[in-house]
Antibody, heavy 122, light 106 residues
């Protein structure tokens, strides 16, 4: 069965860095686009970043552009989010999510991880 | 940039009621509109994609409609498990979620 398991969250000081990972299993990871979506405590969903199946194209929300980097290692079935210059407003649960169909980036995401909490605080 | 306006922000209803949530885009997005359900402490669940396509395993009491700038999600007869928060998401350009609609038991 499809599984997405995030890791790497924790407490970090403002201005520091953190790398999140999302381990995928149960499907051909290299066929699917992948997303990071976050949710601040008590707030709504915010899309963060998208990477194509082969890593050739990446897209970011304006709020993280220039600070966050999405990447993937298809040989390890793993998605990453490198978060630099972290701010208090980056505090959130971060979810990884899979595109509904291979090669389609517009149909929404059908599988999500359980989320990992990132807290940016001094 | 495309803006998404979801309404209402909250809604009280009873089991068996028919409810409709709307989502408006600031410019035409064709049919690139998806709907999600989220329960507290859980990841979102895809209900509807491309405005009206029912995701596998989702009960048919959920229907989506609309195109261009105006979209709606209708639940025909509320069940106890439907009380949750619902989000629209445009995928015409870089994805963007609406603000959410919290559906509560009356």
């Amino acid at each position: 069965q499809v599984q997405l398991v995030e890791s790497g969250g924790g407490v970090v000081q403002p201005g520091r860095s953190l790398r999140l990972s999302c381990a995928a299993s149960g499907f051909t990871f290299s066929d699917y686009g992948m997303h990071w979506v976050r949710q601040a405590p008590g707030k709504g969903l915010e899309w963060v970043a998208l990477i194509w199946y082969d890593g050739s194209n990446k897209y970011y929300a304006d709020s993280v552009k220039g600070r966050f980097t999405i990447s993937r290692d298809n040989s390890k079935n793993t998605l990453y989010l490198q978060m630099d210059s972290l701010r208090a407003e980056d505090t959130a649960v971060y979810y990884c999510a899979r595109d509904l169909e291979p090669g389609s980036y517009v149909l929404g995401s059908d599988y999500w991880g359980q989320g990992t909490l990132v807290t940016v605080s001094s | 940039d495309i803006q998404m306006t979801q309404s209402p922000s909250s809604l009280s209803a009873s089991v068996g009621d028919r409810v409709t949530i709307t989502c408006r885009a600031s410019q035409s997005i064709g049919s690139y509109l998806n709907w999600y359900q989220q329960k507290p402490g859980k990841a979102p669940k895809l209900l509807i994609y491309t405005a009206s396509s029912l995701q596998s395993g989702v009960p048919p009491r959920f229907t989506g409609s609309g195109s261009g700038t105006d979209f709606s999600l209708t639940i025909s007869s509320l069940q106890p498990e439907d009380f949750a928060t619902y989000y629209c998401q445009q995928s015409f350009s870089t994805p963007l979620f609406g603000q959410g609609t919290r559906l509560e038991i009356k």
